[in-house]
């Protein structure tokens, strides 16, 4: 008979590996050292402790484990320049099962600060737009085309996308949500490699590995030009369709 081991808590590893940074700091004090070259960037990371996903619960999916091991890999990702400007990989968060994901271009410097998806004012209206629809957004899936944020929050590069899109595939496969909601031209581009502008794309459905995919306009498009609300609200309603729900009655 053979047990499954229980995977290892990732802040006990940061810890222990903290614990022997300072004593290595130590070690060199008492040596006569008086400087000791460090990259700045690292430095500010280890200012203060990374955000890791909650620990999946006893007897939970092999799915928490699996995203949490993504989550992980993501933090540790040094594959394209954007791991120097950022301060916290942005893994995504939610539900392991959930009916729709949400995906979205790249953290912004709200969500570089606390390691979150949509966290900022473009993520308090998705929250709202969550919430018009009937959901929580612990009962959904929101995550981003690029992993850490581009800085001045432009546009990912191309090469930046082909690089961080492994993770994000990895993440649908595990997640299998019934709906995908690309949220502006970016996350259609990246996960579908359509060209089209999100006007022309938004409301049409489309498919990602056999997922339903509804385009719509971006939250951050939406606090620019407040008329689009209504458009996207049209989204939506298509995608609780598809989902065999209807919008719950408005308060």
Known sequence: MTTKSKPSDPRAG????????????????????TEV????????????PPVFPPPAAEGAPETADSLAAIARE?????????HST?????????????????????????????GLAFVGRAGQLLTKIIEAMGFTRDQVFIGNIVKCRPPGNRVPMPEEMQTCLPFLRRQIALLKPKVIVALGATAVKGLLDVQSGITRLRGQWMS?????????FHPAYLLRNPSGKKDVWEDMKAVLARLGREPPPRK
């Open 37 to 48: 070259e460090a990259d700045p960037v690292q430095v500010r990371r280890l200012a203060e």
């Open 74 to 82: 993501v933090d540790a990702c040094a594959r394209c320049p954007l």
């Open 208 to 216: 990602y590995e056999g997922i339903d995919l509804m385009p719509t």
């Open 14 to 33: 940061w810890l222990a590996l903290a614990r022997e940074l300072e004593s290595h700091l130590l070690h060199l004090r008492e040596e006569g050292a």
């Open 86 to 114: 950022r301060t916290r990989t942005v893994p995504g968060q939610g539900s392991t099962a959930p009916e729709i994901m949400f995906i979205g271009e790249g953290p912004g410097a709200d969500e570089d600060q606390q």
